[in-house]
Nanobody, 121 residues
């Protein structure tokens, strides 16, 4: 079994900052790309930022220059530093990872349970 556990969401005022953490654990052979998605009420889930195993990053246009995705030294953890937050960033943020199982050696896409980010004054 593989689990992705997110933390760091909450309520912040416009212009503020938050950092989201996501840690993968369980029967893992290797981890490829990891990323953050978000889903606002009444909207489809969208990619926010992603990072490959080699460290290449990709961002949604709406967060470029404000959000930074990074990977921990252990490679099973990613972070999303969110600065200059706007009310339109309000959403449930989900961690996603493409992981090769240590049991079956097949690649699966895993999701975290989601963490709420609310930007409001």
């Amino acid at each position: 079994q593989v689990q992705l556990v997110e933390s760091g969401g909450g309520l912040v005022q416009p212009g503020g900052s938050l950092r989201l953490d996501c840690a993968a654990s369980g029967s893992i052979f290797s981890i490829n790309a990891m990323g953050w998605y978000r889903q606002a009420p009444g909207k489809q889930r969208e990619l926010v930022a992603a990072i490959t195993g080699g460290g290449n990053t990709n961002y949604a246009d709406s967060v470029k220059g404000r959000f930074t995705i990074s990977r921990g030294n252990a490679k099973n953890t990613i972070y999303l530093q969110m600065n200059s937050l706007k009310p339109e960033d309000t959403a449930v943020y989900y961690c996603n990872a493409d992981i090769v199982s240590g049991l079956s050696f097949k690649k699966y896409s895993y999701w975290g349970q989601g963490t709420q980010v609310t930007v409001s004054s």
